[in-house]
């Protein structure tokens, strides 16, 4: 009997786990289904095994019916993203970025291949083609790859002189 009071317990901690996360419930819960094992075994000596493989297949069909019906529950659609928040529908994670393909700017570190360049008034990190760019070269956006942007070099320096 206590065999099945301890499993009980751990799966209702395990299940406590999904609206009080942090870990404990879920830790606590997981060694009270080895503890219940054990005790199994010592208890029941004939059938202790049958008793852990049927904690097992209990334990593994209380966790894939959660998995499919909790999303549905009222709980699970506070806690779960009900909608994409893709770019159709307007939402980005970071700053447009397309917007700078083809312009100019300058180099304000070197790249090898990564540093930063300016475009307007504003700093951007960037990554050249893969070969090296001084510090002070213009440079011409030619891919947006999400944040990334690469830049190439256009050959002439902006402020004049030779570095």
């Known amino acids: 009997m206590l065999v099945l009071v301890l499993f009980l317990v751990a799966i209702t ?13 879920g830790v606590v ?6 503890g219940s094992m054990v005790l199994a075994f ?4 004939e059938i202790g095994f049958w008793i852990v493989v049927g904690e097992l297949i209990a334990a593994t069909v ?3 019916v959660g998995i499919k019906y909790f999303p549905q529950t009222r709980a699970g659609k506070l806690l779960i993203l009900g909608r994409r928040l893709d ?10 970025m397309e917007n700078y393909i ?11 291949p990564a540093g930063i360049a300016q475009f307007d008034s504003k ?3 960037v990554v050249s083609e893969g070969t090296f760019i001084d510090k002070d070269r213009i440079v011409k956006v030619v891919a947006v790859e999400g944040n ?3 830049v190439r070099q256009q050959g002439t320096l902006t402020s004049g002189k030779e570095g």
């Open 13 to 25: 901690l395990i299940l406590l786990e999904l609206f009080l996360p942090g870990g404990v419930f």
């Open 29 to 34: 819960g997981a060694l009270l289904i080895v």
């Open 42 to 45: 010592r208890q029941y000596r």
């Open 62 to 64: 209380i966790i894939l």
């Open 87 to 96: 770019k159709k529908l307007g939402f980005s994670g970071t700053e447009q």
């Open 102 to 112: 083809g312009r100019e700017g300058t180099s304000l570190t070197q790249l090898r």
């Open 123 to 125: 700093r951007l990190d």
């Open 148 to 150: 990334r942007i690469v």
